[in-house]
């Protein structure tokens, strides 16, 4: 067991290190470098050449990306060149707001899609079933934007309920942040329980066909006791993992979501990032969400492996 | 006469296929069982035994429904009650012990907890005691160290012990009856024999009845006070046990009767031909098709269940006078037939030394150098000759199979030669020559994993025509797929059949063509015809030996069944964990001396007669590896000696000369002799 989590761990380590070279190179690739990007259409050869003495643009790939990973293992994700400031200081609160957004969905998202889920194996085929999937159907093919606008279309131009955009100062407390943000935590709860519960709904169906299921229903147990007891344990053991690939999704897919609501997250900085060529916090912004990523995940195959008796019990065979 | 605790009258139960039509399942059935008497039910695969079963605790299939008729227990229409009814009786009054307990039991559940639950729900029992209750109920299985089979998962569990598991969750209840689909299929034949004897005990004591669905009939023989055959959805014979085995009325327990190969008889049984119908699907009596004894009227007029003679005896037959006419001790003796065959005595196949294992060890192991397992199987020296068949047998886990892949070459030898012809069968498949794969060929005991499902049979037997014979045209190929469906008796009309259209037999059948496309010299069989119902199986016996008979083939033959391998093998080798115990002709294995583990696994034979008990000697534990040193039975053996058996691995005895019987045992063999 110890091993087991141990080598998850490692692995989850290694995934992470592999990543960043990815991340580095791929920015590496660009054409023209940070120094580039920063003075633009101003830049002199001399300006140039100071800029990047003082960035240390002018060691060879390999000690930069040495550098930067010794300085991230510290703390410290470099210099934002565009914005003159560390880029853990720029990302700090933006990173705070995507937290709050993506947690505020998932707390109601989750049980929810989970009951959801249930309830649509158990009515299999009949009319509550079929609502509910087809209502999950659309969640899950329309684009994100599209499911943004239409909530902002119904509940804040129609019926006047929430504000349509959730422009709230960056560094506001949570507080005051969340009664601004009911829009975006309700499109991303709606795409997110679709994804999960579909996925519930199936496995759901698959375990009341089981031998066991059946077996606790000719022992005579009550119904609901079987299904709380016997049948969604082991309908949520296949589920574990997706579900937290789902919320890995979220965190990366947020970024639309809060582009759309002008939210100051950590997606939307990484789209203004993107689009000043901000390079450093590109990097710094993609390694963390790879890190949440890689995180999620660990957390699930830990989870699947405490509630999983075949894998956690190495006893027997 | 007491009052019957169940009571299932004209019960028809049905399904509408997707045309819409009507396809029954149960046709007027009837039927009582009395408290505490036990009814074995028997009949082939698919003809509603488990239905009925279900049935009885208030259960329908998906789709199924009640055509006619009810069930009453204890004077309750089962199918009148309400859920919640339904719910406080099932497991309280009437419980079900299934055939998979492996499935049956939630894998995310301790074992304990899945017994409490029904104490629980169940039993007044309440507090403290429900654990100690629990505990001692696995006592009562007899399962060992209860308190820490209680604290496992299912799957931490073996199969007989699954088995025990669900026995204890059935009895928590103390139900007055007790339904029993197929408790012991797919069980060694030494843990049935001893799941048998504790059920049977248990009854007696707690004087619960039972209803015993099995297809096995030497299992239905040992259990059954009383015997209900069931063909197509019907009842045909319902009578004592030892009636319905002395003197079967109905044509169909003759034939099924006459197609069980026997522990004391050599040769092959006649299979029936021919498969059940569709319920209610012929204008006549269902098993006209089929039936030796079948007039005009039978194909016209569909007879009633009547009581014969003056016993309680109940057949469904137009001319069960005639039936009962012909003798059927001396019907028996005369359809057992030994296939005439002549083994060369030239080696096919010489296995010297073979020691097989699935240890690799990693790199922890290497730096530690932590001492290897001993080998899942050790020490195994054979002499197949040209022509024989060479059966393998020993319980599960013995290393049957992983000997038959090592020959396959789909497991790779530690040590030792496999020779064959020039060549060394422990190279793994792939480095082998196409000939050489053609030479030995490998038949599996499921056929609906080893075929293609979207092959149609034409396909499956086509390809190792491609493969082997690869200047065959395509006509040619055709031709000889009609050739070998005719072989294996299969109407050329098969050809474009796909398996899920066929039944087991036909699906084997099919395996057993495609293998002998490649006109092999050696067919492995692991466990061919177990899978099958025994009207079936005496069938592919029949063919095997045929095909042997024509080729010369060689055939190494797994089975855990001792009566098929009698039926069917020349030579035996029994085999515990791995190791050789005994080796010998049929004649020399199944008469004294015996090893003693030989003598456990025959003493564990269950034959259809209600007189005859089986001889339970050794323990069921099942072990999961081998022992270091010694004699590899050392813990279960029940002729144990002392410390020489623990240290000593036993030298091999011979009855006769060197080249023929061995028994590899410490006891002297005139002490082995004494049974
Ligand atoms: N609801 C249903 N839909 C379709 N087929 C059904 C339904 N219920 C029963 N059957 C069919 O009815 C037949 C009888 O089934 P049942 O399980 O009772 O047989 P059985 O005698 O227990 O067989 P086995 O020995 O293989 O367990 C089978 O062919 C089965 O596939
Ligand atoms: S009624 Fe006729 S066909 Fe049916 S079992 Fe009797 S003799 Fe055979
Ligand atoms: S050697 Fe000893 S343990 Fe082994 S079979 Fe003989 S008596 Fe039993
Ligand atoms: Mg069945």
């Known amino acids: 067991m110890i091993v087991l989590i141990a080598r998850r761990f490692i692995l989850a380590l290694i995934t992470l290190l592999l990543i960043s070279i990815i991340i580095f190179l791929g920015v590496e690739a660009l054409p023209g470098d940070a120094a580039d990007a920063y003075l633009g259409q101003s830049a002199t050869p001399e300006s140039l050449r100071a800029l990047r003495e003082e960035f240390g643009l002018d060691t060879p790939a390999h000690q930069r990306y040495l550098n930067w990973l010794g300085d991230m293992l510290k703390g410290d994700l470099g210099d934002s060149m565009a914005r003159r400031k560390p880029v853990s200081e720029v990302i700090g609160n933006q990173f705070r707001n995507t937290v709050v957004l993506a947690a505020a969905a998932a707390i109601v998202g989750i049980p929810l899609a989970i009951v959801l889920g249930v309830f649509a194996g158990l009515t299999r085929d009949k009319w509550p079933d079929i609502l509910v999937s087809l209502v999950a159907i659309l969640g899950m093919t329309l684009p994100g934007f599209v499911t943004a606008t239409v909530l902002i279309y119904v509940f804040s131009i129609r019926l006047e309920w929430f504000p349509a955009i959730a422009m709230v100062p960056t560094d506001a407390p949570v507080i005051e942040i969340l009664p601004n943000i009911f829009l975006p935590i309700i499109t991303l709860t709606f795409i997110m329980v679709a994804h999960i519960l579909r996925l519930v709904r199936t496995n759901m169906i698959e375990v009341l066909v089981s031998n066991y299921v059946q077996m606790a229903r000719l022992k005579g147990v009550p119904a609901m006791r079987i299904v709380f007891l016997h049948a969604l344990p082991n309908a949520m053991l296949p589920s574990i993992n997706v579900i937290a690939l789902t919320l890995a999704w979220l965190l990366g897919g947020v970024a639309i979501i809060e582009t759309v609501f002008n939210y100051p997250g950590i997606g939307k900085l990484l789209i203004n990032a993107i689009g000043d060529r901000d390079l450093a916090l590109v990097q710094g912004i993609a390694i963390i969400l790879a890190g949440i990523y890689i995180g999620v995940n660990l957390i699930a195959d830990l989870l699947a492996l405490v509630l999983n008796p075949r894998l956690r019990t190495s006893r027997g065979h | ?675």
């Open chain 2, 1 to 675: 006469m007491s009052k019957n605790l169940i009571e299932v009258e004209n019960l028809s139960i049905g399904y509408y296929n997707k045309g819409g039509k009507l396809v029954h399942v149960l046709k007027n059935v009837s039927l009582s069982i009395k408290p505490g008497e036990t009814l074995g039910l028997v009949g082939e695969s698919g003809c509603g035994k488990s239905t009925l079963g279900q049935a009885m605790m208030g259960y329908l299939r998906l789709g199924s429904q009640v055509m006619e008729g009810s069930i009453l227990f204890s004077g309750k229409d089962m199918f009148g009650l309400s859920t919640r009814d339904l719910e406080s009786i099932r497991g309280n009054k009437i419980a079900l012990i299934p055939q998979n307990a492996g499935e049956a039991l939630t894998p995310t559940m301790r074992v304990g907890k899945q017994i409490i639950e029904t104490l629980e729900l169940k039993t007044n029992v309440s507090g403290a005691a429900t654990k100690n209750r629990m505990i001692e109920l696995l006592g009562q299985v007899r399962l060992p160290h209860p308190e820490v089979m209680a604290e496992r998962y299912p799957h931490e569990l073996s199969g007989g012990q699954q088995q025990r598991v669900v026995v204890a969750m059935a009895l928590a209840g103390q139900p007055d009856m007790l339904v029993l689909d197929e408790p012991t299929t797919g069980l060694d034949v030494t843990t049935q024999a001893h799941i048998l004897e504790l059920l049977r005990d248990i009854v007696a004591e707690l004087g619960t009845a039972m209803m015993y669905i099995s297809h096995d009939l030497g299992v239905i023989a040992r259990v059954s006070d009383r015997v209900a055959l069931m063909y197509a959805g019907e009842i045909v014979e319902d009578a004592s046990a030892a009636e319905i085995f002395k003197s079967p009325a109905h044509p169909y327990a003759r034939g099924l009767l006459a197609s069980i190969p026997r522990l004391e008889l050599a040769g092959i049984p006649n299979s029936m031909p021919g498969q059940p119908p569709i319920p209610g699907s012929l204008p006549g009596c269902s098993f006209t098709p089929r039936c030796p004894f079948a007039t005009e009227i039978c194909s016209s007029e569909p007879p009633e269940l009547k009581m014969i003679l003056q016993t309680p005896h109940l057949v469904r037959c137009h001319n069960w006078e005639k039936v009962v006419a012909t003798d059927f001790s001396q019907e028996l003796k005369d359809v057992y037939h030994i296939v005439e065959h002549k083994a060369q005595d030239v080696s096919a196949i010489e296995l010297s030394d073979v020691e097989i294992t699935y240890h690799q060890p990693n790199m922890i192991d290497r730096l530690r150098r932590t001492p290897e397992p001993p080998a899942t199987v050790s020490d195994i020296t054979l002499d197949i000759k040209r022509g024989e068949t060479l059966a393998l047998v020993g319980e599960s886990g013995s290393g049957k199979s992983t000997i038959v892949r090592t020959i396959s070459g789909l497991l790779p030898a530690k040590s030792g030669v496999i020779q064959f012809e020039n060549c060394d069968l422990t190279v793994n498949v792939d480095k082998r020559t196409m000939d050489l794969c053609k030479k030995v060929q490998l038949i599996f005991q499921n056929p609906d994993a080893s075929l293609n499902p979207r092959h149609t049979v034409a396909e499956i037997i086509d390809q190792p025509l491609k493969l082997y014979f690869p200047k065959m045209t395509r006509d040619e190929r055709r031709a000889r797929q009609i050739e070998l469906l005719e072989r294996v008796r299969l109407d050329g009309r098969y050809r474009l059949r796909y398996p899920g259209q066929m039944s087991g037999g036909e699906k084997q059948r099919v395996a057993i063509a495609r293998a002998f496309a490649a006109e092999p010299d050696v067919v492995l069989c692991d466990e061919v015809t177990s899978a099958l119902d025994v009207s079936v199986q005496a069938a592919v016996l029949d063919l095997l030996a045929d095909l042997q008979q024509e080729r010369n083939t060689t055939y190494i033959f797994i089975a855990h069944d001792l009566a098929v391998v009698r039926a069917i093998a020349d030579r035996v080798a029994v085999l515990y964990q791995g190791r050789l115990c005994e080796v010998g002709t049929v004649d020399e294995i199944y008469s004294p001396p015996y090893h003693p583990y030989t003598e456990t696994l025959m003493g564990a034979v269950l034959v259809p007669d209600p007189d005859t008990e089986p001889k339970l000697l050794a323990s069921d534990t099942p072990e999961l590896a081998p022992p270091a040193k010694g004699c590899a039975f050392q813990r279960r053996c029940p002729k144990f000696i002392n410390d020489l058996c623990d240290e000593v691995t036993p030298p091999w005895q011979y009855p006769q000369d060197e080249d023929g019987h061995k028994i590899r045992c410490h006891i002297p063999i005139n002490e082995l002799l004494v049974v």
